[in-house]
């Protein structure tokens, strides 16, 4: 018998009510001879506070021995900005080479989107995941003196370039479209610009029946809100892909559904995977927040362990479950999680 | 009598065309004492492609002779990426120490938007200009080999950040609603963001009756598509100043109507004036571009001038022509630039 060994981390705010239903919702979907054994870690700003860690070598040792990581969010106005971002969420993308950052963005029927009429959207954003401005390379000198000097150093290697493309180029390969826009800003950091789209060239050659454009990542930007249905995949840089996912996931529906990936396609570390949104102190503990985007999380995470079928029943159940939701009345976030578990058990 | 001595700039494809519409609208609107006089010239990719320069020596003295430049804009297919961009654009930046660079979104009346609803928009950024990620600093080691490595490194120094800070909380506190957000990536970008947010901090404490607040870039876009009203100023690093005005561009409008002032506050280099729009090639030489970007950044050059209430009225008429445009059959560049010369001597 099959089983799927998770590393579970609910994390802060309303990490811990979103991941419960992702759970729930895990539970009934897979196949009944697969054990599923969940850890679960208590990383975040609590931890912190009582230790003053963010993420240990030993949590490293203990979090690799998993299939995969479930991740709520991490975050708390309590810890200074960038304690926990580098501390924990970096340190995880980096230790375990996260370098396919995939965020699909699908505008599903009956969903909001804050664009006039209802355009099609359905595109994926493989973001680099462990280079560019992301290393944590720079610093300053003179700090807090009128002579301060702060350098941030994006660092770009042939090497963390070219694998991501490729397997960005696979990527669209796989899909009806195959359309792969390259998004970068190679006009003006042209150092970056040049290897990013030289290596885009390469790849592209490998891949004849693969359509390809280049688009500016400001441009990127007007492109996402007046005819996002151009994009089928796009491959970019860390920071650009940290800036275009979040508006990506605005137009198609908001961050309460927006989905990803921290993927290590080698295996050799688990994956991570994790909604966009982030803690959301504010409504954090009053059963309001929409764990839809952690169960679309939950649908990557299978789909990269390989079970195909049912992730694309979670997709179905949510696609399902927001046709109808205009005409529910405000659910909680377990009652949303418990619609979503009877829908893929079906 | 008063004279105002104009640098002007055509450059590259429509740009020819939407300056003269530009300097028509100029003329009409100078009080009769004011003596204006135009100087030509012809950078962009012509003189690339003849003489292989983009922005000599000599260029830069006989720019530097004018109270302010009008450029159209540069940028041409023929040319490889990054050499009119670094070559001529950022260099005449950079040359003339233009750090404020100012780039003003209002949805006005009758301006369709991507946008459902017709939300209120009208806020300010204020984009650092001669710092961050656009310096050039960088490099690349190993160049087309499988070991290629490219750096780009973002300079900030507490002297640039200052002072284009102070710029920002002026500009909202001579706005009605008195407001500033930063945009950054602090939690990400912790030597810059650090250096960022220490500087707005102290400045506000000298302006006590300004209201601020702090955004992450990636959370920026979002609020750009689902709650524009929220902003009213916003101050940010070049890079993410270049990506979210495009942004505000398309959703007020577009970037037919975005105008931008590339400023040097201090009067020891004239600043330049131009459309957020590029040189469209595609559209070229056929008169169906719109001056309209044009003609509202020789309002903020009017501005930048002392030229208040002529910069007020180009703005009016801009607006009121906006207002009427849907009811009008499609004009052409002259046609628009026309009505605008008219209603702007009117
Ligand atoms: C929280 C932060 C470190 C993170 C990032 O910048 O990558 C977040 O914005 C994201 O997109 O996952
Ligand atoms: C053309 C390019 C160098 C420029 C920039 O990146 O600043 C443009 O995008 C702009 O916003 O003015």
New interface residues.
């Given amino acids: 018998s099959r089983s799927l060994n998770l590393a579970v981390i609910p994390g802060d705010g309303i990490g811990q009510e979103v991941v419960a239903e992702g759970l729930k919702v895990l539970s009934a979907v897979l196949p009944q001879d697969v054990k599923l054994e969940t850890k679960e870690f208590d990383f975040g700003a609590r931890r912190y506070h009582a230790t003053g860690e963010t993420l240990t070598d030993a949590d490293l040792d203990a979090l690799k021995a998993h299939d995969a990581i479930l991740l709520g969010a991490i975050g708390d106005p309590s810890v200074p900005?960038?304690v926990l971002?580098?501390g924990f969420l970096?340190k995880l993308r980096f230790a375990f080479d996260h370098h396919v950052n995939l965020r699909p963005s699908k505008l599903l029927p009956g969903v909001a989107?804050?664009?006039?009429g209802q355009p099609e959207i359905d595109f994926v954003v493989v973001r680099e995941g462990t280079e560019g401005?992301?290393t944590?390379n720079?610093?300053?000198i003179?700090k807090?003196?009128?002579?301060?000097?702060?350098?941030?150093?994006?660092?770009?290697?042939?090497?963390g370039v070219?694998r991501v493309v490729r397997d960005a180029f696979a990527r669209a390969q796989a899909r009806p479209r195959k359309k792969l826009t390259l998004v970068h800003?190679?006009?003006?950091?042209?150092?970056?610009?040049?290897?990013w789209?030289?290596i885009f060239n390469q790849v592209a050659a490998e891949f004849p029946e693969v359509t390809t454009d280049y688009i500016h990542?400001?441009?990127a930007?007007?492109f996402?809100?007046?005819d996002p249905a151009r994009f089928d995949v796009i491959v970019t840089d860390n920071?650009f892909g940290?800036?275009?996912?979040?508006?990506a996931?605005?137009?198609s529906g908001?961050?309460g559904v927006a989905a990803s990936g921290n993927i290590n396609p080698s295996g050799d570390f688990p994956s991570m995977f994790e909604p966009v949104h982030g803690s959301a102190p504010d409504i954090a503990g009053q059963g309001k927040a929409d764990p839809t985007a952690t169960v679309l999380s939950v649908a990557l995470l299978l789909r990269h362990l390989g079970y195909e079928g049912e992730a694309a029943r979670i997709e179905e159940a949510v696609s399902a479950d927001l046709a109808e939701r205009g005409g529910l009345p405000a659910r909680s976030t377990s009652e949303i999680g418990d619609a979503l578990a009877v829908r893929v058990a079906g």
Same sequence: chains 1, 2.
């Fill in positions: 900005s960038g971002e580098r970096l989107t804050p664009l006039a401005p992301y944590g720079g610093g300053t003179r807090g003196t009128e002579h301060e000097v702060a350098t941030e150093v994006s660092v770009n290697t042939a090497y070219e800003k190679n006009n003006v950091l042209t150092f970056a610009g040049h290897l789209t030289n990542v400001d441009a930007t007007i996402l809100v007046t920071l940290d800036i275009i996912t979040d508006l996931a605005a137009v908001g961050i």
